[in-house]
């Protein structure tokens, strides 16, 4: 692990369950202290009985924290709780995210605006309150899980393209801001995973799609960069699709 501190600490958000359980795993196993946060206590809890037992390595410790990340307040309380459990913050992983994919004339108001408060307001709160705490580490990681989905609109799934969109230009932008302060900021941008997320086919039927420890792979690979560079965006995809016929 490339950081100040011999053991750095990592928020990742929506960590209890798919994607971001995967990531919170892999940076236990890499002796990086994690706070995971989610919607639900119960799974909540669950996720970090779990995930507590990869923690016995190298000292390293988990939690959870519940919250909303589209309620300001609550994604700031997941920042302050990470720093007063673990003494700082070094690792952002805005992970929460929402699909609801249906047509946009099918859409609700509360269906949109769950999708985009979720996939790109709660990535700003948490960013928000982030900055400051990375900034007294003297640097760290802002890492976006974004989806290639950002790139390659489809029908059904207007309001996540669009939100993942946004956030691959925050992303950009806050990179660009943040650079100068040893905070580095990268967009990765999966392909299909199987997690069953937004509803899609998982399990047996969908093994050609990406694992979640295919993502959580490339989230350690980029902690651990040479401080000299910076790949700022990463896209991410199954090597073998089913062909189009």
Not at 105 to 117: F, L, P, S
Not at 198 to 227: F, I, Q
Request: glycine residues 10%; proline residues 4%.
């Amino acid at each position: 692990m490339d950081q100040r501190h011999d053991q750095p600490t990592a928020l990742v958000t929506g960590g209890s369950r798919g994607i971001g359980r995967a990531i919170a795993k892999g940076l236990l196993e890499s002796c990086v202290h994690v706070m995971i946060a989610g919607r639900d206590q119960h799974v909540l809890r669950s996720a970090v009985s779990d995930l507590s037992l990869a923690s016995h390595h190298g000292g390293v410790r988990v939690d959870g924290v519940a919250g909303d990340v589209r309620v300001e307040r609550e994604a700031r309380a997941m920042i302050e709780a990470a720093v007063e459990r673990f003494g700082g913050l070094d690792i952002l992983v805005n992970n929460a995210a929402v699909g609801i994919l249906v047509n946009t004339a099918a859409m609700t108001g509360d269906q949109w605006r769950e999708t985009v408060e979720t996939n790109l307001n709660g990535v700003f709160y948490c960013t928000s309150a982030a900055i400051p705490r990375l900034r007294e580490r003297g640097g760290g990681w802002i890492i976006n899980i974004s989806s290639l989905a950002s790139m390659n609109p489809f029908a059904g799934g207007a309001a996540y393209s669009a939100s993942k969109a946004a956030l691959n230009a925050f992303g950009e932008a806050l990179m660009q801001e943040l650079r100068y302060d040893d905070i580095r900021v990268t967009t990765i941008c999966p392909g299909s995973v199987n997690t069953g997320f937004g509803g899609l086919a998982s399990g047996n039927e969908a093994d050609w799609k990406l694992t979640p420890e295919d993502v959580a792979r490339v989230v350690l690979d980029l902690v651990a960069h040479p401080e000299r560079s910076l790949p700022s965006r990463v896209d991410l995809r199954p090597s073998k699709p089913p062909r189009k016929k």
